[in-house]
């Protein structure tokens, strides 16, 4: 397959995906940081914590879900117009392996840009040993929507008049 060069459709992009990823509580909590941030590609680290883990030890399947879901989206993000943001509309994730390791990176890159619908995949590796073993891999659709798009409503609720 031939690599696509994408370019991004804001200057600012890593501006923008810095901002707007300082807001993610969820991350925060997590310790995810981004380590790299290019036209189309976002990587995130995760290191290891036993708060996230599942009952035989290994980071639990919704971190890696997590981490690599905002990587991903983040890659969407930095060809995203500037008055936007995005979200993700669909995901799949394979795990291919236990998540055990110093710490997790996850690596997400669109795949396919537009203007409404980006297709991207992240795979998430081990760091901190000598061989980077590939844990999990994610395919995921993004929508790209104007910045400000209110989110759904609980069924039943309506606007305020």
Do not use: W
């Not at 995810?32 to 976002?42: D, H, Q, R």
């Not at 290191?47 to 599942?54: L, M, N």
């Not at 997790?104 to 000598?130: E, N, S």
């Amino acid at each position: 397959m031939r690599e696509q060069h994408v370019i991004p459709g804001d200057r600012a992009y890593e501006e923008r995906v810095r901002e707007s990823f300082s807001r993610q509580s969820h991350m925060a909590s997590l310790g995810a940081k981004i380590v790299f941030i290019g036209p189309g590609e976002v990587h995130l680290a995760l290191p290891f914590a036993s708060q996230f883990c599942q009952q035989n030890g290994f980071m639990h399947a919704g971190a890696i879900a997590s981490v690599a879901d905002s990587a991903n989206g983040y890659a969407a993000y930095t060809l995203a117009p500037p008055d936007t943001d995005v979200l993700a509309v669909e995901f799949k994730i394979n795990l291919l392996a236990p998540a055990r390791g110093e710490g997790f990176l996850a690596c997400g890159r669109v795949l396919r840009p537009g203007r409404t619908l980006t297709v991207c995949q992240a795979d998430v590796f081990t760091t901190g040993t000598a061989e980077r073993i590939l844990i999990a891999t994610m395919l995921s659709t993004i929508i790209v929507r104007p910045m400000g798009s209110g989110g759904a409503r609980p069924r039943g609720e309506q606007d305020a008049t």
